[in-house]
């Protein structure tokens, strides 16, 4: 066994003791500022800017490897108690080199964090990744989960369910997509209305006349339908 390998087999603690010693040196108070300003001091920051974090952890995973089964998600849960925002920035780097090898046992795990700390930063690559990963292999499972989120009280949990097709191009359930967004187009949440307007956005790349026409005859905010037609409108 490697030295990587038997590094991706410590103990979640351990590796995550790790991982936020190996991150702490390159704290920038200055860069940390803006970052908390950016989102509305909402977490705290270590000042560490995406170029240069993505950098770091693929030193450290080339070092330590990435761990998996329960390991990996006791690890994402530590590293989302941790207080700044890095560290979860870290997690979901950890949880998109796994994406291929999770599945519907993680979807318990995947709710826990969107609902945790949640903000667009970390929901939207929750939602389009993983989750919309583990589902494309399920599809049986999608319209539990869809109608579950789309109908809790959680905003973060209703822009998922809005979400998870975002990369399915030609494989989205049109449809679903369609009474989803029926169901919350009244909503005066800022993150539901532009869920609904990313999501038509996305899809129009792929049939512009279906959105277009779901757009005409649906009832939605000035914001959904700006954000709906944007592409469209720009390639025409």
Same mark, same amino acid.
């Given at each position: ?35 908390r ?23 450290? +995973? ?19 108690? *941790? ?57 049986d ?37 369609f009474?989803? +967004? ?19 956005r ?16 649906t009832? *939605? ?16």
């Amino acid at each position: 066994m490697t030295t990587k390998e038997k590094s991706a087999e410590l103990e979640p603690q351990i590796y995550t003791d790790k991982l936020e010693a190996w991150l702490r040196p390159y704290a920038d108070e200055e860069k940390a500022g803006p970052m908390r300003a950016y989102m509305r001091d909402q977490f705290a920051f270590l000042g560490i800017r995406s170029p240069e974090l993505k950098q770091l952890m693929r030193e450290f +995973i080339k070092e330590h490897g990435i761990p998996v089964g329960d390991r990996l998600q006791e690890t994402l849960r530590m590293l989302w108690r *941790l207080p700044e925002r890095e560290f979860q920035y870290a997690a979901l780097v950890l949880l998109d080199k796994r994406e291929r090898t999770l599945s519907a046992e993680h979807l318990a795990l995947l709710e826990e964090l969107i609902v945790t700390k949640p903000w667009w930063d970390t929901v939207d690559l929750l939602a389009g990744h993983a989750v919309g990963a583990i589902l494309s292999r399920r599809p049986d499972l999608i319209e539990t989960y869809a109608d579950r989120w789309i109908n809790s009280d959680s905003m973060w949990l209703q822009r998922t369910a809005l979400l998870f097709q975002l990369r399915y191009k030609s494989g989205t359930d049109a449809e679903l997509l369609f009474r989803l +967004i029926r169901q919350c187009a009244d909503s005066k949440e800022f993150f539901i209305g532009k869920a609904i307007g990313w999501a038509l956005r996305e899809y129009s790349k792929t049939d512009e006349t279906a959105v277009r026409r779901f757009v005409a005859v649906t009832a *939605l905010s000035p914001l959904s339908a700006r954000e709906a037609l944007k592409y469209m409108d720009r390639k025409r």
